[in-house]
C-alpha cells in the first residue's frame, strides 16, 4: 500500500493559490491605474474637442458679420456708383444743350467717386477679415476632429479595460494599451 505523498500538496495548492490571486490582484492593479490614466486623457480630450467647436464657432459667426458688412460696403460703392452716374448724366445733358453744367454737378460727382473708393476699401477689408476667420475656424475644425477622434480611441480603450479586467486576459488588456497608446499620439498632435 502507498504510503501519503512525501511533498505536503495541500501546502502546495495554498501557495499556488496565493500566488494566483498576487499575480491576479496586481494585473487588475495594474489594469486599473492605466484605465484611470486614459479616463484623465479621455476628458482632457473632451474638453479640447468642446473648447476648439465653440471657439471655431465663434470665429465662424465673426466672418459671417464680417461678410455682411462688407456686403453693405458693396451697396454703399454701388449706390454711389448710381449717384455719380447720375450727376454725370445730367451734366451730360447740359453739355448736350450747349451749356455749361453747374459746378455742384462735377463737385458731387467727384464727392461720389470718392466715396465709393473708400467704401471698396472697407469692404475688401472685411472680406479679408472674413477669410482670416473662417480659414483659422476651419483650422480649429481640424483640430477638432483630432480631438474628437483620440476620444473615440480612448473610450474603446476604457471599454477594453473593462473587458480584461472582467475576463483576466492580458491579450485584451495590451490592445487596451495599444489604442490608449494611438488615443494618447492623436491628441498630442493635435496639441502641436
Known amino acids: 500500500m502507498p504510503e501519503e505523498p512525501e511533498v505536503d500538496t495541500d501546502k502546495l495548492r495554498e501557495t499556488v493559490a496565493e500566488e494566483t490571486e498576487k499575480h491576479g490582484e496586481r494585473f487588475l492593479r495594474f489594469n486599473a491605474l ?3 490614466i486614459l479616463a484623465a486623457f479621455a476628458a482632457v480630450a473632451a474638453l479640447k474637442a468642446g473648447a476648439t467647436a465653440n471657439e471655431a464657432l465663434v470665429l465662424k459667426t ?22 455719380a452716374t447720375v450727376l454725370d448724366a ?36 472685411k472680406e479679408h477679415e472674413r477669410d482670416e476667420r473662417s480659414a483659422e475656424a476651419d483650422h480649429l475644425l481640424h483640430r477638432h ?21 472582467l475576463t483576466r486576459r492580458r491579450p485584451i488588456w495590451f490592445a487596451s494599451l ?9 491628441f498630442g498632435r493635435q496639441l502641436v
Open 90 to 125: 445730367a451734366a451730360a445733358s447740359y453739355r448736350a444743350a450747349g451749356k455749361t453744367a453747374p459746378p455742384e454737378l462735377e463737385a458731387g460727382k467727384r464727392r461720389f467717386e470718392q466715396d465709393q473708393a473708400q467704401s471698396k476699401q472697407q469692404a475688401e477689408a
Open 34 to 36: 492605466t484605465t484611470a
Open 62 to 83: 465673426e466672418a459671417t458679420r464680417a461678410q455682411e458688412e462688407a456686403s453693405d460696403q458693396w451697396a454703399y460703392y454701388q449706390a454711389k456708383g448710381i449717384k
Open 178 to 186: 495599444a489604442l490608449g497608446l494611438a488615443g494618447i499620439v492623436l
Open 145 to 165: 476632429h483630432g480631438f474628437a477622434d483620440s476620444v473615440a480611441l480612448f473610450q474603446v480603450s476604457i471599454a477594453l479595460g473593462a473587458v480584461a479586467a
